[in-house]
Antibody, heavy 119, light 108 residues
Framework: QVQLVESGGGVVQPGRSLRLSCAAS????????MHWVRQAPGKGLEWVAA????????AYTDSVKGRFTISRDNSKNTLYLQMNSLITEDAAVYYC????????????WGQGTMLTVSS | EIVLTQSPGTLSLSPGERATLSCRAS???????LTWYQQKPGQAPRLLIY???SRATGIPDRFGGSGSGTDFTLTISRLEPEDFAVYYC?????????FGQGTKLEIK
């Protein structure tokens, strides 16, 4: 079945780095754009970053530009989010999501991985 | 940047009643890129409606979406116990994806 499984979350100190991964299965990963969406505790959803199917184009929300990098390895069916210079406001559950098509809705979501930023 | 404002913040209804949730955009948006999601506690969001009015695969027909321009509506015709959750609208525009702040639908 179509599935996304995130990993890599944990507790990290402010200013440090962490890389999240999202393993995809059940669909042709290289055909779809992918996204990261986060949700701080008790808060709403916030789109973080997107990458096109071939990995050529990326987009970011303003608050993470210059600190986060989205990438993918289509040979491994895996999406990544490299997070540098982490701040307390980055603490959240991070979801990866598959888009139905370019600029379209997110039709498949992972279960999420939790990031805590604390000294 | 387009801002999506959802109302009400919380909606208290009973099973069997009709629910009407609003999503208002700060400027006119393309209906093609207006989406609704449902999220239950401890779960990932679930796609309900895309293109403002098209139901996603497996979504019951009691869920309906409508609207255009700046005003969009998610309607649940007869609430089932499993429908009580938080609902988010989302829009794509200018290389950015924006979510509304959510409407919590709770049992009265």
């Amino acid at each position: 079945q179509v599935q996304l499984v995130e990993s890599g979350g944990g507790v990290v100190q402010p200013g440090r780095s962490l890389r999240l991964s999202c393993a995809a299965s059940g669909f042709t990963f290289s055909n779809y754009g992918m996204h990261w969406v986060r949700q701080a505790p008790g808060k709403g959803l916030e789109w973080v970053a997107a990458i096109s199917d071939a990995g050529i184009t990326q987009a970011y929300t303003d608050s993470v530009k210059g600190r986060f990098t989205i990438s993918r390895d289509n040979s491994k069916n895996t999406l990544y989010l490299q997070m540098n210079s982490l701040i307390t406001e980055d603490a959240a559950v991070y979801y990866c999501a598959k888009e139905r098509g370019p600029f379209d809705a997110f039709d498949v979501w992972g279960q999420g991985t939790m990031l805590t930023v604390s000294s | 940047e387009i801002v999506l404002t959802q109302s009400p913040g919380t909606l208290s209804l009973s099973p069997g009643e009709r629910a009407t949730l609003s999503c208002r955009a700060s400027q006119s948006v393309t209906s093609t890129y207006l989406t609704w999601y449902q999220q239950k506690p401890g779960q990932a969001p679930r796609l309900l409606i895309y293109g403002a009015s098209s139901r996603a695969t497996g979504i019951p027909d009691r869920f309906g979406g409508s609207g255009s321009g700046t005003d969009f509506t998610l309607t649940i015709s007869r609430l089932e116990p499993e429908d009580f959750a938080v609902y988010y609208c989302q829009h794509y525009g200018n290389s950015l994806y924006t979510f509304g702040q959510g409407t919590k639908l709770e049992i009265k």
